[in-house]
């Protein structure tokens, strides 16, 4: 059965703090995105990677950095949380998306507060 | 960035009616995706749409991917209440395997 897996449901971080959110696939997908969901927004994608240590920016990378060192596990990082950081977080996974029949699956979700 | 503009934004219906969303672009999409997401979770695929012009049933579901490669429609018959949600399109942009999400659709089915 396909998995993307996120390290946690929900977080609570300070202003200031250093932030990692984990994802972890087992799909041997080449691509991975990370997208943030905000109401009335609908997902907007942060970063994306498609093959390991390659990655690019999507629409809305400032305040975030991103870390592909193998295959099954892309890291979102915040590098000092801000309020305005506070959101879901979704991580999702690819085959090549010119392959017919593929498509991208997603983890549960990852609550962010930042206080 | 790019953008899907997807609409309606939200959409109140009584069960059995049946249900039209759309994503429109000002740029070509190669693939074009919709999901659905239940509360608390992510996002599960409904329909891929691969070639422009190809209509696909899924169930209650059908959907289309535009012949301009710039907008994708879905519709949903004789809902349910378990149809409640949020809707997004999803469109894989040109060249690349950058997957970009429309704003959504709430969907709310009275009984």
């Known amino acids: 059965d396909v998995k993307v897996t996120q390290s946690s449901r929900y977080l609570v971080k300070r202003t200031g703090e250093k932030v990692f959110l984990e994802c972890v696939q087992d799909?041997?997908?080449?691509?991975m995105f990370w997208y943030r969901q905000d109401p009335g927004l609908g997902l907007r994608l942060i970063y994306f990677?498609?093959?390991?240590?390659?990655?690019e920016k999507g629409d809305i990378p400032e305040g975030y950095s991103v870390s592909r060192e193998k295959k099954e596990r892309f890291s979102l990082i915040l590098e000092s949380a801000s309020t305005n950081q506070t959101s879901m977080y979704l991580c999702?996974?690819?085959?090549?998306?010119?392959?017919?029949?593929?498509?991208?699956?997603f983890g549960q979700g990852t609550r962010l507060t930042v206080v | 960035g790019q953008q899907l503009n997807q609409s309606p934004q939200s959409m109140f219906i009584q069960e059995g009616e049946d249900v039209s969303m759309n994503c429109t672009s000002s740029?070509?999409?190669?693939?074009w995706l919709w999901y659905k997401q239940d509360p608390g979770e992510g996002p599960v695929l409904l329909i891929a749409?691969?070639?422009?012009?190809e209509l696909t049933s899924n169930g209650r579901l059908t959907a289309q991917f535009g012949i301009t490669r710039k907008d994708s429609f879905l519709n949903i018959s004789a809902s349910i209440p378990s149809d409640v949600g949020i809707y997004f399109c999803?469109?894989?942009?040109?060249?690349?395997?950058?997957?970009?999400f429309g704003t959504g659709t709430r969907l709310q089915v009275f009984p």
């Open positions: 999803a469109g894989q942009l040109g060249n690349t395997d950058k997957l970009i």
């Open positions: 740029s070509i999409f190669n693939t």
């Open positions: 749409l691969y070639k422009a012009g």
């Open positions: 799909m041997d997908h080449e691509n």
């Open positions: 990677s498609y093959d390991v240590k390659m990655k």
């Open positions: 999702a996974s690819s085959l090549s998306l010119f392959d017919m029949n593929t498509e991208a699956f």
